[in-house]
């Protein structure tokens, strides 16, 4: 059966950063990439909807080591998709991808210090089995064959087409069309704007509102910065530069929500028409950051309200009907196509089934150890990003982390790390602290965080650097079971041999 030393689930945006630091920091660990879907790109890859694109800068969604190079700092999905297939051939990663390759369970042994992995092979349906020191899940947080979607009362009278934008049908004839997309999370909110320029008329229902913000989509600073110095020291700069703005944001938003809605209800106030119903449409009854906020780049949500492209509905459907949509209110909305952008379908670990010697893993029961393994559960780290600022920001520091723990068995010479759970006092709270109605739906399926560290989740990327880069690796951790080489160094140090 082959083994490796490390094998990395997913080839999205994390699992090619994941591979690229593992090479890097760690040349001598063997190690393979097991890819669900045909091609490297994740979401990416996944995505077609028009006007895909990134709602934080790519300066931080960007890896640390590869600069961004493109010239907006809000990117289309084509170019982000470009950016982690480049990456992944400039650092020799593409050939460690096995496609068409779904890992499904995973069972820990602690006498054989590994787990053994089972694989569905998508293509031909066959299946196979490999063994690993390390398993390493960057397989995203959403089931890839559906998104989340609700059953709407009536639907199946509607005589036009329903379509959900994670599978976008390439061959969909929009231009021309009315089109009403139900949602107000940025799918939606980029939706929108890229239709609303040769659809009939877009319409964006909403059950409720959400926080717009408008930014940029070119970063001057950056711009000038990258025309001054080479491109990495450009790149590092503008990403610290963007991460303390964001986090700057978001604690002003924890620390003075009243001053944060104030500022932002002017700048939506500002960028539309007089008179604008904005508590309606634009005043959540949350805080800011309680949910994610949508950026809206170089205002173009606005700006196709303000050219009566398209405009906001804030109700709730009571029915669909065979021309639209019926709505509490009584009105009605005609539609050739509805766009049902209602959001993700969480899942942790890819829906891969775990087992430590031969007890089921129950990532709900378990407590998350620095946001990145669980507690009880040995050799297995997962990447999961931040949820108010980019992703790839923790995924880097994840990767970094999980070289540091390998070296550090390394020279412990043991093959297996378990980390502790917190007391059995210590309170827990949701994995993920949104209120979002995706987020809650799915809160029994990811693991708790703790009260302290390292089982709680900062969301910050500073405190984050020094847990992750810096501070004691195996802080409430065992490491156990020598290798070989680590039970003759022992035997040594004891001087039984
Ligand atoms: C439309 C959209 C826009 C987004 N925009 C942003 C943004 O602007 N900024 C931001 O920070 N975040 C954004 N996100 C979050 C985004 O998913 C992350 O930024 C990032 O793409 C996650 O990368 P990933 O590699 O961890 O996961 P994914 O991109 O989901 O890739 C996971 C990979 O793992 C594979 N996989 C899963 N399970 C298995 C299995 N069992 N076996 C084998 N392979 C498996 C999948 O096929 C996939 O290729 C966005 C998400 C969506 C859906």
Redesign the pocket.
């Known amino acids: 059966m082959e083994h490796v030393d490390v094998l990395i ?7 090619v950063g994941s591979a690229c630091h593992l090479r890097t920091k760690r040349p001598g660990t063997s190690f393979a990439i ?4 045909d091609a490297i ?4 890859d996944l ?1 077609r909807y028009p006007g ?1 694109r ?3 800068d790519m300066f931080t ?1 960007g890896y640390s080591f590869e600069p961004w190079v493109g010239s907006k700092a809000m990117a289309d999905g084509p170019s982000i998709l470009d950016y982690i297939r480049t990456t992944a051939r400039t650092h020799g990663i593409d050939d460690k991808v096995r496609f068409d ?4 369970s995973a069972s820990w042994s602690t006498p054989d210090a590994r787990w053994t992995v089972e694989v569905e092979q998508t293509d031909t349906g066959g299946r196979e089995v490999l063994t690993c020191g390390f398993l390493w899940g ?5 089931r ?1 064959d559906q998104g989340y979607r609700p059953d709407f009362p009536g639907e199946e009278h509607f005589g036009g087409i329903l379509v959900h934008p994670q599978h976008w049908p390439e061959d969909l004839e929009w231009r021309g069309k009315r089109i009403v997309v139900v949602g107000s999370g ?2 939606a909110v980029t939706l929108v704007p890229a239709l609303a320029g040769e659809a009939a008329h877009v319409t964006m229902l909403q059950r409720s509102p959400t926080y717009m913000v408008s930014r940029p989509v070119d970063d001057k600073i950056a711009n000038w910065l990258r025309r001054h110095l080479p491109a990495p020291a450009a790149h590092a700069i503008v990403r610290w530069k963007n991460v303390l703005l964001t986090q700057f944001s978001f604690e002003l938003s924890r620390r003075a929500p009243d001053l944060v809605k104030k500022g932002i209800r002017k700048g939506v106030t500002d960028a539309l028409p007089e008179g604008y119903d904005v508590d309606t449409d634009f005043t959540p009854r949350y805080d800011p950051w309680d949910q994610r906020l949508c950026l809206v780049p170089d205002g173009d949500l606005f700006t196709a309200i303000n050219d009566g492209r398209a405009d906001l509905v804030t109700d709730t459907i009571e029915t669909f009907t065979r021309t639209g949509i019926r709505l509490a209110s009584g009105i009605e909305l005609a539609a050739d196509i509805v766009v049902t952008a209602t959001g ?1 379908a969480l899942q942790l670990l ?3 089934t775990l087992d430590v010697d031969g007890t089921e893993v129950v990532p709900g029961d378990t407590v998350a150890y620095k946001g990145i393994m669980l507690c009880g559960v040995p050799n297995l780290a997962t ?1 999961f ?1 931040y949820t108010n600022a ?3 920001l923790k ?1 880097d520091l994840t990767a970094e982390y999980v070289c540091r723990l390998l070296d550090l068995m390394d020279v412990r010479g043991t093959g297996q790390c378990t980390p502790s759970a917190p007391d059995a006092g210590e309170p827990t709270e949701p994995f993920i602290d949104f209120s979002s109605g995706y987020v809650t739906r799915s809160a029994a399926d990811f693991p708790k965080q703790g009260a302290t560290t390292p089982w709680r989740l900062h969301q910050n990327y500073l405190r984050d650097t020094w847990l992750l880069r810096f501070a004691k690796v195996d802080d409430a951790m065992t490491l156990s079971n020598p290798t070989p080489a680590g039970a003759v160094a022992a035997a040594q140090a004891a001087g039984t041999v």
């Open positions: 689930i997913g080839a999205g945006l994390s699992g097991l890819e669900a879907r790109g994740g979401t990416w995505f895909i990134s709602d934080s969604l390759r779904r890992a499904v960057n397989t995203g947080y959403y890839y940025a799918t993700l890819g829906g891969i990447t990003g980019s992703w790839t995924a």
